[in-house]
């Protein structure tokens, strides 16, 4: 198999070495009982999800660049197509802010390790 994407990897709930095991237990951000729970080990090649102790504060950083992001472009989208709305993007910045932290927890915690690991192919992972 090619090399993994590491953009493929965040994007999809896949560990950033392989590409193919899952990197959070569940498949749903939106389970709400078990969205923040990680595999230790990746299931597919047994790489170490979590380095260090303290390793995930540094995806506070993620986070906060994704929700800034967020909001610019959410923003940018309210004055260039619905300028006479903007009341609503007051309203509504606060709920779809707290309805995408599932979301923004899980992508700013598989991007920070993908900074750290690099995607190794099945081919150079057996030899
Ligand atoms: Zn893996």
Redesign the pocket.
């Known amino acids: 198999m090619a090399k993994p994407n590491k953009i493929y990897s965040v994007l999809f709930n896949k ?1 950033p ?2 590409g ?2 899952d990197f959070f237990v569940t498949k749903s951000a939106y389970n709400l009982r078990n969205f923040d729970k990680m595999n230790r080990y ?1 299931p ?4 170490d999800l979590v380095p260090e102790p303290g390793f995930y504060q540094g995806a506070l950083y993620i986070s906060y660049a994704l929700y800034v992001a967020f909001m610019v472009i959410y923003f940018l989208i309210f004055v260039n197509f619905f300028r006479e709305y903007l009341d609503y993007f007051l309203a509504s910045i606060i709920p779809m802010l707290v309805i995408l932290t599932p979301l923004f927890y899980r992508m700013a915690r598989r991007t920070w390790l993908a900074l750290f690991i690099k995607p190794v192919s099945s081919e150079e992972r057996s030899a």
Request: aromatic share 0%; net charge neutral.
């Open positions: 560990c070495r392989c193919e095991g990746c597919h090649c047994g790489a």
